[in-house]
């Protein structure tokens, strides 16, 4: 069970702050290919991804029980 | 306060610069970010700043090590407000002591740049007529967003 949250844009798109995937383990490039096709428009914008607050590269891969986030571009400052 | 943070309140800045000030600084530079009316002949109504909040300031506390790294002697205490924000609110502060002014300031420039690249934060601009989130990062980096 991978958990999984969203900001900004996505949260909006999504309708949704966050959810469970019932995945062992997936890859970065395979999360964001499910969310592309659960939420189409999804990836419009580069999305990142970060697991347990780090951001993390499309091959690294994702185990159950990590805490992942849906990262659109961002804009503080 | 925390050196980094997350605030949804009005910052205050002389918390910040206090945080900083020591006996061996010799210089104080203090930058706030401030929201904006016009912007590119667009008139704003407020801002709606998100931020993931451990994320960001797990981020902001990483900006301050590399400062400190790159320019050492300095010490750096970071904000940023989230939530809805009005005309000339202080949405970001970044106060940067050292023992000479030119680190000072090059720091603080440093801070507000890398703040733009990889601090977890969104902005949505509120306009008469509509409403957008902004933001503009690169394409998936393949050795990923935190490479400078």
Same mark, same amino acid.
């Given at each position: 069970?991978?958990?999984?949250?969203?900001?900004?844009?996505?949260?909006?798109? !999504?309708?949704?702050?966050?959810?469970?995937? /019932?995945?062992?383990?997936?890859? #970065?490039? %395979?999360?964001?290919?499910?969310? +592309? !096709?659960?939420?189409?428009?999804?990836?419009? /914008?580069?999305?990142?991804?970060? #697991?347990? %607050?780090?951001?993390?590269?499309? +091959?690294?891969?994702?185990?159950?029980?990590?805490?992942?986030?849906?990262?659109?571009? #961002?804009?503080?400052? | 306060?925390?050196?980094?943070?997350?605030?949804?309140?009005?910052?205050?800045?002389?918390?910040?610069?206090?945080?900083?000030?020591?006996?061996?600084?010799?210089?104080?530079?203090?930058?706030?970010?401030?929201?904006?009316?016009?912007?590119?002949?667009?008139?704003?109504?407020?801002?709606?700043?998100?931020?993931?909040?451990?994320?960001?300031?797990?981020?902001?506390?990483?900006?301050?090590?590399?400062?400190?790294?790159?320019?050492?002697?300095?010490?750096?205490?970071?904000?940023?407000?989230?939530?809805?924000?009005?005309?000339?609110?202080?949405?970001?502060?970044?106060?940067?002591?050292?023992?000479?002014?030119?680190?000072?300031?090059?720091?603080?420039?440093?801070?507000?740049?890398?703040?733009?690249?990889?601090?977890?934060?969104?902005?949505?601009?509120?306009?008469?007529?509509?409403?957008?989130?902004?933001?503009?990062?690169?394409?998936?980096?393949?050795?990923?967003?935190?490479?400078?």
């Amino acid at each position: 069970m991978i958990k999984v949250s969203y900001f900004a844009r996505l949260r909006e798109l !999504t309708g949704k702050s966050d959810e469970t995937i /019932e995945q062992q383990a997936m890859t #970065v490039s %395979e999360l964001l290919e499910w969310a +592309e !096709t659960t939420y189409p428009g999804f990836g419009k /914008e580069p999305v990142h991804v970060a #697991v347990n %607050e780090e951001y993390a590269l499309k +091959e690294d891969v994702i185990q159950s029980g990590d805490v992942c986030a849906f990262i659109p571009p #961002v804009s503080g400052g | 306060m925390k050196p980094f943070e997350i605030v949804e309140t009005p910052i205050k800045t002389e918390k910040y610069t206090d945080y900083v000030l020591h006996a061996g600084a010799g210089a104080v530079t203090v930058f706030t970010g401030h929201v904006r009316e016009w912007t590119h002949g667009v008139r704003t109504l407020y801002l709606a700043y998100e931020a993931y909040v451990p994320m960001a300031e797990k981020k902001l506390a990483q900006i301050g090590a590399e400062m400190e790294e790159k320019w050492p002697g300095v010490k750096v205490a970071i904000a940023h407000r989230i939530g809805e924000m009005h005309i000339s609110d202080i949405a970001v502060i970044i106060a940067v002591s050292s023992p000479h002014r030119k680190a000072a300031y090059e720091a603080n420039e440093y801070a507000i740049e890398r703040i733009k690249e990889i601090v977890p934060i969104w902005k949505k601009e509120v306009w008469e007529d509509g409403e957008e989130w902004i933001g503009g990062q690169k394409k998936y980096p393949e050795k990923g967003i935190e490479q400078k």
